[in-house]
């Protein structure tokens, strides 16, 4: 049950944002925000005004049936009628929740996918690489715009390893249940009696951070240039052109030779560098914040098995919410990744509301 002064306090906070947003008396610089707010407002008021209206008619429908001259007919419909109260509160209470669960400033943002390469070889490198085309694919139905930071080619069309920015509308938010260890079973090409092989690759996908999220101090970094190195170890270029960036406070390290220019091989490192940063920070204060709470659909190490690839039969499982589809292919195509997501989504909904109030 929510308390009453939490749904007085939103309904008077509505009346207020109200009045200011008519008065025309709100500064420019706020006014998108308090509109905003205004506006999600609105989408609970109704439910929120008659949140305080079930518990006083849940009385009187009790009178009548506790009072013994109220005649059968009477009770009948004081029985269905709270019956349909007790539903219409328990959707307007969840409703009411969802609005008042903390909101994640990130999930607004853009984000930094890395994708490596793990256990199995070549057709780890393989896996990783479709995984890469599936964001991509993803993307472009979405309208969000990939941008490759950096990227460490295999044998075969493979990836060892792919850094990219990716940018639109709530990218984090429907991006960030992907860190983890996704898992692949399939043939390869190279198997000659039909065998099945497991291999995995690794996603991270972190908030793109700006300067105003974080704060670095150019004294805490350590820069070393030197020569880019192509492959086989041999030179391609003859000046320094590679980067690399130490923070020297935590140990984290990024290296950048993508470019030819000097300056935007930094420029790069210090974009991965910050968003690393920014996620190490915020994982430090969720953890304080819950108490080293785990969430059980997955607590973002990426580490953490969550989600195979199963070529022979067609499926996809998620382990962390136990959900299996078979649409591999679609899948991978981007068409029954919200599926998934939608699925996941709901349910940290669901355990955040089970934790609220």
């Known amino acids: 049950m929510i308390p ?6 939103l309904i008077n906070k509505h009346i207020l944002l109200e009045k200011e947003l008519s008065s025309g008396s709100i500064e420019k610089n706020t006014f998108a925000e308090k509109s905003k707010e205004y506006a999600d407002l609105n989408e609970i008021i109704e439910d929120a005004k ?16 506790d009072d013994v001259s109220s005649d059968e007919e009477l009770i009948k419909m004081a029985r269905v009628e709270l019956n349909d109260l007790n539903l219409a509160k328990e959707k307007s209470e969840k409703k009411l929740k969802l609005y008042l669960l903390p909101k994640d400033e990130a999930d607004k943002k853009n984000a930094i996918i890395e994708i490596r390469a793990g256990t199995g070889g070549l057709e780890a490198s ?27 080619r295999s044998e075969a069309g493979g990836l060892k390893e792919v850094i990219a920015s990716i940018k639109g509308s709530n990218i984090y938010s429907t991006l960030k249940y992907e860190s983890g260890v996704h898992r692949v079973q399939r043939v390869p090409d190279t198997e000659t009696q039909g ?27 350590r820069i070393d240039v030197f020569r880019a190195g192509g492959p086989g170890g041999q030179s391609v270029n003859t000046t320094d052109s590679a980067v690399r960036i130490t923070h020297i406070p935590t140990g984290l390290s990024v290296s950048q030779q993508d470019e030819k220019s000097q300056h935007k091989n930094k420029a790069k490192g210090m974009k991965i ?20 709470r785990k969430n ?14 199963n070529f022979p039969q ?34 940290a909904q669901e355990e955040s509301l089970s934790s609220l109030i």
Do not use: C
């Not at 008659?50 to 009548?64: M, Q, S």
């Not at 136990?322 to 996941?344: C, P, Q, R, V, Y």
């Open 4 to 9: 009453q002064k939490t749904i007085v306090d």
């Open 50 to 65: 008659k949140y305080i209206d079930y518990e006083k008619n849940k009385a009187d429908l009790k009178k009548i049936l």
């Open 126 to 152: 393989l896996f990783a690489s479709d995984l890469f085309k599936m964001y991509e694919k993803i993307s472009h139905k979405k309208k969000w715009s990939v941008e490759l930071i950096s990227i460490s």
């Open 195 to 221: 065998r099945v092989h497991t291999s995995a690759a690794t996603v991270a996908v972190l908030p793109e951070a700006e300067e105003v999220d974080l704060k670095i101090n150019e004294s805490d970094l």
């Open 273 to 292: 560098l910050r968003a690393r940063l920014y996620e190490l920070e915020r994982t430090r204060i969720d953890k304080e914040r819950s108490q080293d």
């Open 296 to 309: 059980k659909i997955g607590t973002g190490d990426r580490s953490e098995r969550i989600r195979t690839y």
């Open 314 to 347: 067609g499926r996809i499982t998620d382990h962390r919410i136990n959900i299996t589809l078979h649409k591999l292919d679609e899948f991978l195509e981007g068409e029954a990744f919200d599926e998934i997501i939608e699925a996941l989504t709901l349910q």
